[in-house]
T-cell receptor
Framework: KNEVEQSPQNLTAQEGEFITINCSYS?????LHWLQQHPGGGIVSLFM???GKKKHGRLIATINIQEKHSSLHITASHPRDSAVYICAVIIQGAQKLVFGQGTRLTINP | NAGVTQTPKFRILKIGQSMTLQCTQD?????MYWYRQDPGMGLKLIYY???????DKGEVPNGYNVSRSTTEDFPLRLELAAPSQTSVYFC??????????????FGSGTQLSVL
């Protein structure tokens, strides 16, 4: 079993829908990153969380340390949100990143 | 600021050849990482460094070597290229102070084919 599991692996939705991507992990962590990888391959960091909730535009990320779970929400989704979203955790004491397998999101117009 | 710069963007190697993937960051970040991403797969950590002079293995270090002689540079060396090393390679950096973590910054990637 992977230390970091994302769900769903693939998600297709219509423009305007509310999107939720989940990330569960089985180890103690120091922090969690949400990343976005566009079809061209470039990777951009969306959020870094160690507790609570962060919001940037239409994107919201939450983390529950006790439940070892984080979610990434997209409100009013748009075709330009189509990308692979990746959860990565910094393992406590190890100082290295472990990645989830990614969620491929497709937003249709 | 240029951020994280990786070179080259593309490379084709013959089996047994060697090469160095260059990575430079101008943000004075202490942490640097090398990842590989195989087609349709997630990112896997090859090596990482928490500061100049300090490196450590990740999940898939075999066939690779790294060095971190300066804060800015973190080159990845392939000594004897094998077809299994065909992948896209990403370098990343971040600033970590105690328990304070900042965002990751990624290079644009190097697409490597070993034939």
């Amino acid at each position: 079993k992977n230390e970091v599991e994302q769900s769903p692996q693939n998600l297709t939705a219509q423009e305007g829908e509310f999107i939720t991507i989940n990330c569960s992990y089985s180890v103690g962590i120091s922090a969690l990153h949400w990343l976005q990888q566009h079809p061209g391959g470039g990777i951009v960091s969306l959020f870094m969380l160690s507790s609570g909730k962060k919001k940037h535009g239409r994107l919201i990320a939450t983390i529950n340390i006790q439940e070892k779970h984080s979610s990434l929400h997209i409100t009013a989704s748009h075709p330009r949100d189509s990308a692979v979203y990746i959860c990565a955790v910094i393992i406590q004491g190890a100082q290295k990143l472990v990645f989830g397998q990614g969620t491929r999101l497709t937003i249709n117009p | 600021n240029a951020g994280v710069t990786q070179t080259p963007k593309f490379r084709i190697l013959k089996i047994g050849q060697s090469m160095t993937l260059q990575c430079t960051q101008d943000m004075n970040h202490n942490y640097m990482y090398w990842y590989r991403q195989d087609p349709g797969m997630g990112l896997k950590l090859i090596y990482y460094s928490v500061g100049a002079g300090i490196t450590d293995k990740g999940e898939v270090p075999n066939g690779y070597n790294v060095s971190r002689s300066t804060t800015e540079d973190f080159p990845l060396r392939l000594e004897l290229a094998a077809p299994s090393q065909t992948s896209v390679y990403f370098c990343a950096s971040s600033q970590v102070l105690g328990r304070s973590y900042e965002k990751l910054f990624f290079g644009s990637g190097t697409q490597l084919s070993v034939l």
